[in-house]
């Protein structure tokens, strides 16, 4: 049973789990400190009480002793009347001999014999009693005068008392519920309030579900955490957009690139298969033309493995170089026999000695990315110029060429995947346009950043900044400030 009263309230909305646990928290908070309070207010109340009594016995012993008297009856009318001025209203005085007999009684409205004891006392006593449904405090005390030794009694009735401390608990009770009411009215507002960017949130991810990724969370101006936790939501979505529409372009760039050298190389076999088998210029057309397509197509599933790999796995803590200029000029002897066509200079003396954060590989990598893509778009004779300096704590080494150069319209794509700026001259140089994705990728799991500038008919620079050995913290901070 009490596992289908968890079941139950388990399906209340959140509002309603807040007001509601709100309330139980604040009843529990009132209660406790009603109670303590009506405790207190009745120790309180009847301590004063008592303090009374005790003031009154002390002032009527002082009278009684310091008078000396025997109690006879010709003294008992005087008493009688000191003590009546003595006591006080609702108060009954009573004294008793060591028999129990009553010597003197007076009350103010008590009855004689309310709360009577028969046996003397012997030390002062404080007890509250209740006779015939009536609540009394009692004080006694023995009292010795000359030859006389008996007992006073101080009677007073607490039902005054009582009732005052029972209406100061109704109206505790009555504030306390009135409290704990307003409190979950207010709970149930101020969940209300609190939880409505959750509600805009949800409403917001139905639309992007029905409508697309363009819907957005209004964000308010107070500057408060639910406006910040929306701009992230928003953030998040917009980045969730740009991934979702860049996967999608991916997919799309992959699938054209990877259709074309497939239905080429599927032409040519299907000629040989109906006719072209016979001949053999048709034949070695046909199998150089396939062949051609199958290493493109390989060159390309390549190239988007390294870049898969490169955004999927963690940038892996490397070894570093330990002299910048060495390693360069290694990379430029090992890449002039296979770009012979073009001149390959090397300025980058004052690199000698210089340490990177960077691996030799991943350095080489992304050189020959740079030095592919400028020898391409370069006319055979054209130089390839490689300049490397230190500038503080960071190492430019730039990539320029003389060729056709790069459209304005296009600088700001060409490190998109499967861009090729000037589709009539890619098509010439046949290439996947995931070299310059991968460079940026590379340099920037390194700590760098990577840019490029270009003039068509004058040539294209790239340039790449890498952080020195022990300087890769400031290197990362400025590039994230730009």
């Not at 309230?9 to 303590?36: E, N, Q």
């Not at 004052?350 to 030799?360: D, E």
């Amino acid at each position: 049973m009490r596992r289908g009263r968890w079941r139950r309230s388990g399906r209340l909305p959140l509002r309603w789990k807040l007001t509601l646990g709100s309330a139980v928290m604040l009843l529990v908070i009132f209660a406790i400190y009603h109670i303590a309070q009506y405790m207190a207010i009745e120790q309180t109340m009847t301590a004063r009480v008592e303090r009374s009594m005790r003031a009154s016995m002390d002032a009527m012993l002082n009278h009684i002793l310091e008078r000396e008297m025997s109690f006879e009856a010709e003294q008992l009318p005087a008493l009688r009347q000191a003590l009546r001025r003595l006591g006080e209203q609702g108060q009954l005085i009573r004294i008793t001999d060591r028999e129990g007999r009553e010597t003197l009684i007076v009350t103010e409205g008590i009855p004689e014999q309310a709360a009577r004891s028969a046996d003397p006392a012997a030390l002062p006593e404080l007890s509250i009693r209740t006779d015939d449904g009536v609540r009394y405090m009692v004080l006694r005390a023995p009292i010795t005068v000359l030859s006389y030794q008996g007992t006073i009694e101080l009677v007073r009735g607490m039902d005054e008392t009582a009732e005052l401390i029972r209406r100061v608990g109704q109206v505790m009770l009555y504030t306390g519920l009135g409290a704990v009411l307003l409190s979950a009215l207010g709970g149930a507002w101020l969940s209300s309030l609190l939880l409505r960017p959750l509600r805009q949130m949800t409403a917001t991810i139905r639309r992007v579900r029905e409508e697309g990724w363009h819907a957005r969370m209004p964000v308010r101006t107070s500057d408060d955490e639910m406006d910040i936790l929306m701009r992230m939501f928003n953030e998040m979505m917009d980045e969730v957009e740009h991934a979702f529409n860049r996967q999608r372009q991916f997919t799309q760039d992959a699938s054209h690139e990877l259709r074309t050298p497939i239905a080429i190389a599927l032409g040519h076999l299907h000629l040989l298969r109906r006719w072209g088998a016979g001949d053999p210029a048709v034949l070695k057309e046909s199998l150089q033309a396939s062949t051609e397509e199958i290493e493109r197509l390989r060159r390309l599933v390549e190239e988007l493995l390294i870049l898969t790999r490169s955004e999927q796995e963690p940038a892996a803590e490397e070894s570093g170089l330990d002299d910048a200029g060495a390693t360069l000029q290694a990379i430029v002897d090992k890449v002039r026999p296979v770009y012979a066509a073009h001149p390959v200079e090397l300025g980058a003396e004052s690199l000698g000695g210089v340490p990177l954060t960077w691996s030799a590989g991943h350095l080489e990598q992304a050189l020959i990315i740079l030095i592919d893509n400028a020898a391409k778009y370069s006319s055979a004779g054209q130089p390839i110029r490689i300049e490397g300096r230190r500038e503080g704590d960071r190492v430019r080494i730039v990539v320029a060429d003389r060729g056709v150069g790069i459209a304005a319209a296009d600088l700001p794509h060409v490190f998109d995947r499967f861009y090729r700026a000037d589709k009539a001259r890619s098509a010439d140089t046949r290439g996947t346009g995931l070299g310059l994705s991968i460079a940026k990728r590379l340099v920037e799991r390194g700590g760098g950043m990577i840019e490029i500038s270009s003039t068509e008919n004058i040539g294209t620079s790239v340039e790449v900044q890498l952080p020195v050995r022990g300087h890769t913290g400031a290197t990362t901070e400025r590039r994230r400030k730009r």
